[in-house]
Every structure is written in structure tokens, then in C-alpha cells.
């Protein structure tokens, strides 16, 4: 009996059983260490998992187990409150905040993104949009609701209106408010012909710590104006426009992490170390041959390299497989390279990067070594954050100065001392 009455506070507090989805979503993130809320902005959400302070790799991967178990199970907030107080014991963690605030928040927080973003996918699939085209904006049974959000109450507008974009839920912190899916025969049912009119959107400016200043609608909490789930799984277009926007390379995507190696003072030129390996001027340059010549260097189908910083630690994973699918034939020959690039980098810099036709979110790594074969060679190595761990995904040899010096941006997560 106990158990059904701990379903049913799930599925009425946050819209839902734990679903597939909503899981998925969730474990795809990657653990970030973050001092502040606001370290991860907006659409950085969706790939990153922070608990503001959680700074230790151990502190934040305990967080993260116990808001799994609530996301995957249906642990209510008063388990993971007994969680919570086992970690901080175990941890010494000293957080901002009263415990209940506290836990509430971060609970509240993951919980709604992570069914929002799962419904989202399911609500944007081909097959559900030829149904029910139609999203439906419900406020949540808040004590104290917002007036913004509560005016919002049994607006209808198609799956794909722009209006999505800044107003899907959750639109701040606690917010309970959902979006369900609509037929025409629903839309009859309320007495409409069709869909409603586009709100016009009015904004205010937000000044963050550190004195940078954005637009925000009004009515949403400063970071909450984005589309989770389309940040997530990005919207669904057409192939022929995604042919169009792979054509255009790394300009199909937008930076949102700022920083570069000039603006946090970094060495201009990357030393030329003395390479370990040689050039396979012989190297079969099929993707079996590639997989093979990877798998002789690393030792194995697969191997883990791992960095750490301070009291963080990260792993990055090289699957023969995947990575032999992504290297160009071309560069065949420098995969030699590839442990000493791993073992002995430059810098590692991390970036979230927005995809400008669907929306959706990605976290790379981009692994730099400067290596000496007479003249000067830059290796590059592209990491992609895949369930949770980043992977080996692309390897680039290359001789061109400025095309280095533009790898080197976002937050840059490991040096050379």
C-alpha cells in the first residue's frame, strides 16, 4: 500500500512515473564542478549535472547517484533527503543554505527538467506531432502562483512555435507548470478552431555577478529561459536542411561557453614537444585498418585515459570503433600519435556548443599537443560527452597555427604545468 501512495505523489507532484526518456536525459549528463548556480547557464543544463559547491569528484558522483534513484525509481524528496545527509556527513561538505532549501531545490530542480525534457522527446516524435500537433500550457497547483505563469494557464500553440523556446517548462525555480500534447478533436473539445495567438514576449534586463547583462522574459526566472528538451534532443528537421547545415562545418554551431586561450592569458605559441611515435606512411587507411592501427596503439578495443584538476577527475574514453568511423583517411598515417596526445596534452579546453538548426546542445573537449616532426604539428583530439563520459570522437593533424589557436576556447579544464 505504501508503495502506491509513494506512486501517486510522484506522478501528481511532478507529472509522471519515471519514464525512459526522462532517465536517458539524465544519464547522458556529464558531472561539472561549479562554485556558483549560475556556472552553467541556460542550455548548459542539459549536459552538465552541478550542484552548486560540489566541487569534489567523489561529492559530486554521490549527488548525482542519489538524484539518479529519484529520477529512475520514484524516490520521493524525504529519501533523498536521508541520502543527502549521509553524503554531507561522508563528504564534510559545508553547503549554503538550510538543509530543507536546500535539498528541496536540487531535488525540485533535476526532477522537472529531467520529466520535462523526457516528455518533450516524446511529444515531439513524428509519429505523436501528426496526432497532436498541438502543445498545451498547464500551471502547476502551486500555494503561490505566479501571475506570469498562471496567465499562461490553457494556452495552445503548435508543437514548433518559437514561443517554446523561452517558455517551456519549468520557467523557474519550483515550477510546477507542464506542457501536454493536443489533437484537433482536443482542440475542438475546448471550443477552438485552432491553435492560439503567439504572446508577444516582453523582457526585462538581467545583470548577473558579474556584471554581464541579458534579456529575459518577464515572468521567468533569470537561466530558466530555454527549451530543455530541445537543448537535449535538439527539434526534429528535415535531412535536406541538416545535409544543408553539415555542409557548413563547425559554423552549424553556435559557442555558448566564453573564454580563450587570450583572454585567460595563455601562451600564444604551443611548444613543439619531441614525438614518441613516427608517421605510418603505409597505414591502411579503411575504417577496419584505421580500427585495427587504433586498437595496436591503445592496447586494446578500448582504453580510459584520465585527467584530473584540483580535487576533480575525468576520464575520456577511446573506442576503436567509433573513432576509426570519424577520422578522416587522410589522417590515417598520425594515429601513432594518439597516446602520446592523450598522455602528454597542451590544454584541454571544454565548451558547450548550441547546434543552429535543431537547437541542440553538445559538450566537447578538445585535447591540444604540439609535436615536432621537423616542422611544427599540432594534434588535435575532439572529445563528445556520450552517457555521462566523454569520448574519443575525432583525431585532426595540422600544420595550420590559426586553426589550433581556434580550438583553444571555452573553459579550459587542464594545462601543462
Given at each position: 500500500m505504501?508503495?502506491l501512495?509513494v ?8 507529472g509522471?512515473?519515471p519514464f525512459?526518456e526522462a532517465?536517458?536525459?539524465f544519464r547522458q549528463?556529464l ?6 548556480w ?5 542550455e548548459?543544463?542539459a549536459?552538465g549535472?552541478?550542484?552548486?559547491g ?5 561529492l559530486?558522483?554521490?549527488l548525482?547517484?542519489a538524484?539518479?534513484?529519484a ?7 524525504k529519501?533523498?533527503?536521508?541520502d ?10 559545508i553547503?549554503?543554505?538550510g538543509?530543507n ?6 531535488y ?7 520529466y520535462?525534457a523526457?516528455?518533450?522527446?516524446q ?6 506531432t ?7 500550457y498547464?500551471?502547476g497547483d ?7 505563469h498562471l ?12 514561443f517554446w523556446?523561452?517558455?517551456?517548462p519549468?520557467?523557474g525555480?519550483g515550477c510546477?507548470c507542464?506542457?501536454?500534447s493536443?489533437?484537433k ?5 475546448m ?9 508577444e514576449?516582453?523582457t ?6 558579474n ?6 522574459p518577464v515572468?521567468?526566472?533569470p537561466?530558466f529561459?530555454y ?6 534532443w ?8 541538416m545535409?544543408?547545415w553539415r555542409?557548413q562545418g ?7 561557453s566564453?573564454?580563450n586561450?587570450?583572454?585567460l592569458?595563455?601562451p ?7 614525438p614518441?611515435?613516427?608517421v605510418n606512411?603505409k597505414?591502411?587507411t579503411s575504417?577496419?585498418g ?7 596503439v591503445i ?8 585527467f584530473?584538476k ?6 575520456v574514453m577511446?573506442?576503436a ?11 590515417a ?9 592523450l598522455?602528454?596534452p ?5 565548451a558547450?556548443e548550441?547546434h543552429?538548426g ?16 621537423g616542422?611544427?604539428?599540432?594534434m588535435?583530439?575532439v572529445?563528445n560527452?556520450v552517457n555521462g ?17 581556434n ?8 594545462k601543462r604545468?
Amino acid at each position: 500500500m505504501s508503495n502506491l501512495k509513494v506512486t501517486s505523489k510522484i506522478t501528481r507532484e511532478y507529472g509522471g512515473r519515471p519514464f525512459d526518456e526522462a532517465i536517458a536525459f539524465f544519464r547522458q549528463k556529464l558531472n561539472i564542478p561549479t562554485e556558483h548556480w549560475d556556472d552553467l547557464w541556460k542550455e548548459q543544463h542539459a549536459k552538465g549535472f552541478m550542484v552548486a559547491g560540489a566541487m569534489k569528484a567523489e561529492l559530486l558522483t554521490d549527488l548525482r547517484i542519489a538524484m539518479d534513484k529519484a529520477i529512475s525509481s520514484g524516490t520521493t524528496l524525504k529519501d533523498f533527503r536521508k541520502d543527502f545527509d549521509k553524503i554531507v556527513e561522508k563528504h564534510g561538505w559545508i553547503y549554503k543554505g538550510g538543509r530543507n532549501w536546500r535539498t528541496k531545490v536540487i531535488y525540485d530542480t533535476n526532477v522537472r527538467t529531467a520529466y520535462m525534457a523526457g516528455r518533450y522527446q516524446q511529444m515531439t516524435d513524428p509519429d505523436v506531432t501528426a496526432l497532436r500537433p498541438y502543445f498545451l500550457y498547464r500551471h502547476g497547483d502551486s500555494r503561490n502562483p505566479r501571475p506570469h505563469h498562471l496567465a499562461l494557464d490553457g494556452l495552445v500553440l503548435r508543437y514548433d512555435d518559437p514561443f517554446w523556446k523561452t517558455h517551456y517548462p519549468p520557467n523557474g525555480w519550483g515550477c510546477k507548470c507542464k506542457v501536454l500534447s493536443l489533437s484537433k478533436r482536443d482542440l475542438a473539445k475546448m471550443g477552438k478552431t485552432g491553435p492560439d495567438k503567439t504572446p508577444e514576449i516582453e523582457t526585462r534586463t538581467y545583470e548577473d555577478r558579474n556584471g554581464n547583462k541579458s534579456q529575459v522574459p518577464v515572468g521567468i526566472d533569470p537561466g530558466f529561459d530555454y527549451n530543455v528538451g530541445k537543448a537535449a534532443w535538439g527539434s526534429r528537421i528535415s535531412q535536406t536542411a541538416m545535409d544543408a547545415w553539415r555542409k557548413q562545418g563547425s559554423g552549424a554551431w553556435e559557442k555558448l561557453s566564453a573564454g580563450n586561450y587570450i583572454t585567460l592569458g595563455r601562451p600564444e605559441v604551443i611548444p613543439a614537444d619531441t614525438p614518441v611515435a613516427a608517421v605510418n606512411h603505409k597505414a591502411d587507411t579503411s575504417i577496419p585498418g584505421m580500427q585495427k592501427d587504433i586498437e595496436s596503439v591503445i592496447g586494446g578495443s578500448e582504453r580510459i585515459f584520465s585527467f584530473s584538476k584540483g580535487e576533480m577527475s575525468w576520464d575520456v574514453m577511446v573506442n576503436a570503433s567509433v573513432l576509426a568511423e570519424h577520422i578522416d583517411p587522410a589522417r590515417a598515417k598520425y594515429i601513432p600519435f594518439l597516446p602520446e596526445t592523450l598522455f602528454d596534452p597542451f590544454e584541454i579546453w571544454m565548451a558547450f556548443e548550441k547546434h543552429k538548426g535543431t537547437g541542440k546542445v553538445v559538450l566537447r573537449q578538445r585535447i591540444i599537443k604540439g609535436i615536432d616532426m621537423g616542422r611544427k604539428q599540432g594534434m588535435l583530439v575532439v572529445t563528445n560527452s556520450v552517457n555521462g563520459v566523454m569520448e574519443a570522437w575525432t583525431m585532426i593533424p595540422s600544420e595550420r597555427i590559426k586553426y589550433l589557436q581556434n580550438q583553444r576556447y571555452g573553459e579550459l579544464v587542464w594545462k601543462r604545468n
